[in-house]
Structures are given as C-alpha cells and as structure tokens.
Nanobody
Framework: QVQLVESGGGLVQAGGSLRLSCAASGRTFSSYAMGWFRQAPGKEREFVAAIRWTGGWTYYADSVKGRFTISRDNAKNTVLLQMNSLKPEDTAVYYC?????????????????WGQGTQVTVSS
C-alpha cells in the first residue's frame, strides 16, 4: 500500500516558478523510483521527471530539461518538483507516481501507484 499526495499547484504567470511536493506513505522506500507526469487538456499523460530513491539519479523529459528539477528527501518521504521559467504549455494536471519494478523511467505503464494530481496553470 502506497499513498501519494501532491500539493503546490496553482496559477502562475509565464516565466514564473512553482514547487510541487509529493508526500508519500506506505511502501515508498521499497520502491525503485518516483516520477512526475502531467496531463494537459486533450493530450495523453506524459513523463516529466523521475528520481531514484537510492543514489538520487534523475531523468527528465526533453521539454523540461534545464527548467525543472526533481529532488527527494528520504527521511521525510517527500519528492519535490521545482519548476522554473514556466511556459503556458506547461499547464496541466501534475501527478506523482511510484515505480517498483524494472523498466523504462519514461513509461506510464511502469509506475504502480499514483497521486490524485494537482493543477498547474501558467498564464501569459
């Protein structure tokens, strides 16, 4: 059993920043990695970033590389997504997810638990 709760979403102007937080409980530390995905209106859910609990290796979608930073605090069971230089196309519901098994970090099919999502809206 894993519970993931996202927070930190909101409305921000283009060029601004937001920090999303994912509070995890349950078997979080038994998971291989945590990831962030997003889903914009009319589009499929897409990979944003991922981080391994052990070692802290990170992975990013090309669209956010250099602008977003994923990090984790093992002691606090928390994963963060710092989003800078936000663009209107970043507008989406952002989801936190837990990955337990081997497979691509980038595939939605390789994540086993999901949070409820938090809305991020970037205005111009």
């Amino acid at each position: 059993q894993v519970q993931l709760v996202e927070s930190g979403g909101g409305l921000v102007q283009a060029g601004g920043s937001l920090r999303l937080s994912c509070a995890a409980s349950g078997r979080t530390f038994s998971s291989y990695a945590m990831g962030w995905f997003r889903q914009a209106p009319g589009k499929e859910r897409e990979f944003v970033a991922a981080i391994r609990w052990t070692g802290g290796w990170t992975y990013y979608a090309d669209s956010v590389k250099g602008r977003f930073t994923i990090s984790r605090d093992n002691a606090k069971n928390t994963v963060l997504l710092q989003m800078n230089s936000l663009k209107p196309e970043d507008t989406a519901v952002y989801y936190c997810a837990a990955k337990y098994y081997s497979g691509s970090y980038y595939s939605i099919d390789n994540y086993d638990y999901w949070g409820q999502g938090t809305q991020v809206t970037v205005s111009s």
